[in-house]
């Protein structure tokens, strides 16, 4: 069944508005049922976690109901699921963990493909213990993670692998799977950042070979919160320096302070919102969530190969890298015209793109284009449209045949 991009869009009440959002990579629009579920649970009576009165089992619902929605998205288990204010805060919480196990010699592989959050506080804790860092290179054409490297870059020392599953720069879908095997045989611990790739597609623990993984539910219709989820007897080894009150449960103990209970509703319905985008899919909440993530992917491809064939048609316009496996995500350049200047006369267009760096900082280091701005980035995500698309290439090709520059 085709996906119904109409039923879709009327799912997100910012769409009304009219702007054209790409820019999926920097944080998605709510989707209605998301905004119902927080606000609902704003109007309800609160109160903070306790078994004695209802408010407070509301509270200890929020939470549970949260980790076992984010458990079926990622295929991992409830009691696995630590929920936290960012996918940065979660990976820097891990990184301190971890690090104060790391000893002098010790070694931890990070990539230049990576957003910072899942290089940094690799790069920081490994510093603080006197541990080694190995960087993992990116192909400056294609962006391409070649796996292979690995297999050099690991070693019985290795601590630690650190590797995203999908690029916010440029796309780039790495071999994980891979990249894992390689780790797991010197013993290794695997870190993966899903921040861009789990809205983008069905997404499974074991099946890429994390013993941790994060993601962001601002980035797949949800609220500002964000997950990492591991096997439970992974997360009970580990001791984070936490308050002396606080439970020392997992995975509780790795979540700190008392969370917003009204988004973790959000966080929940986000994850039911998503496993109803195909209204076909039948079976468990899990399976659901796979068929409709599946469509959503292949309609997202479908818009991703239209913007792909639209932009090596404009002659002033240079897309950055061209990998294999790929999110719907494309950064470029206009000839003559500054990356913040391009994204301005976008904006003043009605279409919304991130442009600089967006975090991924190596990546643009490593290709000397920091210092100039950086690059524009289209992100597509389930609810943009072809007609889009066309509007986004229309508004590229002025500004590329030196119209923007003008108006810029
Ligand atoms: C790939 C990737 N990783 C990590 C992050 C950081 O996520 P958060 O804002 O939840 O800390 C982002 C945010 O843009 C991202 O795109």
């Known amino acids: 069944m085709p996906f119904d991009i109409a039923r879709t869009r009327a799912a997100y009440p910012a769409l009304a508005e009219g702007f054209v959002h790409f820019d999926g990579a920097g944080g998605t629009q709510t989707a209605g049922p998301v905004i119902d579920a927080v606000s609902a649970a704003m109007r309800a009576a609160t109160g903070n976690r306790s078994a004695a009165f209802t408010p407070g089992r509301r509270s200890l619902e929020q939470v549970t109901t949260a980790r076992a929605a984010v458990a079926d998205l990622l295929g991992a288990e409830p009691d696995g699921v630590v929920l936290g204010p960012s996918a940065t805060a979660l990976t820097y919480t891990l990184a301190r963990t971890l690090g104060a196990g790391w000893r002098p010699g010790d070694e931890v592989v990070v990539s230049r493909l990576d957003h910072d959050a899942n290089v940094r506080p690799w790069v920081q804790a490994a510093e603080a213990a006197g541990a080694t860092v190995r960087w993992a290179e990116f192909d400056r054409d294609t962006g391409e993670l070649p796996a292979g490297q690995y297999a050099d870059l690991v070693g019985e020392r290795t601590r630690l692998v650190a590797v995203t599953a999908g690029s916010n720069a440029v796309g780039t ?101 998503l496993a109803g985008l195909d209204p076909t899919a039948t079976g468990t909440r899990r399976e659901r969530l796979r068929a409709s993530l599946a469509a959503a992917q292949a309609y997202e491809e479908s818009l991703l190969d239209r913007l792909l064939a639209g932009l090596a048609a404009l002659p002033g316009v240079r897309v950055l890298a061209a990998p294999a496996r790929r999110c719907p995500t494309v950064s470029f350049r206009v000839d003559g015209l500054s990356p913040a200047r391009t994204q301005a006369a976008l904006g003043a267009a009605g279409c919304c793109l991130s442009a600089g760096d967006y975090y991924a900082y190596e990546y643009f280091q490593a290709l000397g284009l920091r210092d100039s701005g950086g690059a524009v980035r289209a992100s597509i995500y389930h609810y943009n449209t072809a007609d889009e698309v066309d509007r986004l290439l229309t508004e590229l090709g002025r500004l590329a045949d030196g119209g923007g520059r003008m108006a810029g």
Not at 181 to 195: E, I, N, Q, R
Not at 220 to 234: I, K, N, T
Not at 240 to 245: G, I, M, Q, V
């Open 173 to 273: 879908v790495p071999d994980v799977a891979a990249i894992a095997k390689t780790a797991h045989a010197v013993g290794a611990l695997v870190c993966v950042d899903g921040v861009h790739a789990v809205p983008h597609g069905p997404t499974d623990l074991a099946s890429l070979g994390a013993d941790f993984l994060v993601t962001s539910a601002y980035k797949w219709s949800g609220p500002h919160l964000a997950a990492m989820a591991a096997d439970p007897a992974r997360w009970e080894r580990l001791r984070p320096a936490k308050l002396l009150p606080s439970s020392d449960a997992v995975p509780d103990r790795f979540e700190f302070g008392t969370p917003s209970f009204p988004l973790l509703a959000g966080v929940a319905a986000a994850v039911d919102h």
